[in-house]
């Protein structure tokens, strides 16, 4: 099984005690690429290569995910804490400022990231996803039977943990079957990486504590700041998926837009797994995004 992103080295990094796995190769300026639920590095194994020939980039697992270690509390996997400790990694890894992109729960540290530390970060994509507090705000009626998995998984106890475990392959393979549209986009090996990931209890819990900080911690930091009228003041991509018939009960471009005074947008015809299934594209837009 092919758990490693080709022509990259792996490494652990030590941030304020936690180890992180990271994949990094290329040289160049330095991008850090952020992958999402239910997934780890490798998702970006087909974008991360052709970025590597112009850029330095840096695929880390998040905090709880794949191999990387986690922090203890729900308030450690807030946004703002991961965040600084993606920050910190970089540091450790010579780069005192960089660009982001994240996918996801990647998206949403990465959007975190940008907005507690514009100095550092100079430029940001985000991949199908929205901050935190829009996101909730855009759900109600039947539009959430689809993102049934943002209450589930948020549950203060430990249910959701006790009911993944009782079929982790079954519960995360749901998601890998039903987010995509292109047959194969995730091939054999790195859908086994991912089910073996979610079958160690340590990485369940991570998740949930991932998105029980999405639902009670992360929505008061964007709100503060969306009060406080604070902006991202660096270029910023927004990516997402073509619904389709399906009529989104939210705009995209809109709500990127009242964060994002630089914005440029790109909708691609395919699922939710966007480096994985139009990884030319995806590969396309980031380099615009830096060379812009």
Not at 20 to 41: D, E, K, N
Not at 180 to 194: F, H, L, W
Not at 216 to 229: S, T
């Amino acid at each position: 099984m092919n758990t490693e992103i080709t022509g990259f080295e792996t490494v652990n990094v030590e941030v304020d005690g936690l180890t992180t796995r990271a994949a990094v190769g290329g040289s160049g300026r330095a991008v850090l690429l952020l992958h999402g639920f239910p997934q780890t590095r490798l998702a970006w194994r087909a974008v991360a290569p052709e970025l590597a020939r112009r850029y330095r980039v840096v695929c880390p697992d998040l905090p709880g995910y794949g191999a990387s270690a986690g922090p203890d509390s729900v308030e450690g996997y807030s946004k703002r804490a991961l965040a600084s400790r993606m920050v910190a990694l970089m540091r450790e890894l010579g780069h005192d400022r960089f660009s982001v992109v994240g996918h996801d729960r990647g998206g949403l540290v990465a959007f975190r990231a940008a907005l507690d530390h514009p100095g550092v970060v100079a430029h940001l994509g985000v991949l199908d996803i929205l901050p935190n507090t829009d996101n909730w705000a855009a759900l109600h009626g039947v539009g959430g039977v689809f993102a049934f998995h943002l209450y589930l998984l948020a549950q203060p106890s430990d249910l959701p943990e006790r009911m993944i475990a009782a079929d982790p392959d079954t519960f995360v393979g749901h998601f890998l079957d039903t987010w995509v549209t292109e047959k194969g986009a995730i091939p054999a090996d790195s859908r086994a990486a991912y089910l073996a990931a979610a079958r160690r209890g340590e990485v369940v819990h991570a998740m949930c504590q991932d998105y029980r900080a999405g639902a009670f911690v992360d929505p008061g930091h964007d709100d503060a700041d969306r009060e406080a009228g604070r902006l991202l003041t660096m270029p910023v991509l927004a990516m997402w998926q073509d619904p389709g018939e399906l009529v989104l009960p939210f705009d995209p471009q809109a709500i990127w837009s009242s964060w994002a005074p630089d914005l440029r947008t790109v909708v691609l015809p395919c699922g939710h797994f966007l480096p994985e299934e139009r990884p030319g594209d995806v590969v396309a837009a980031i380099t615009a995004l830096l060379e812009g």
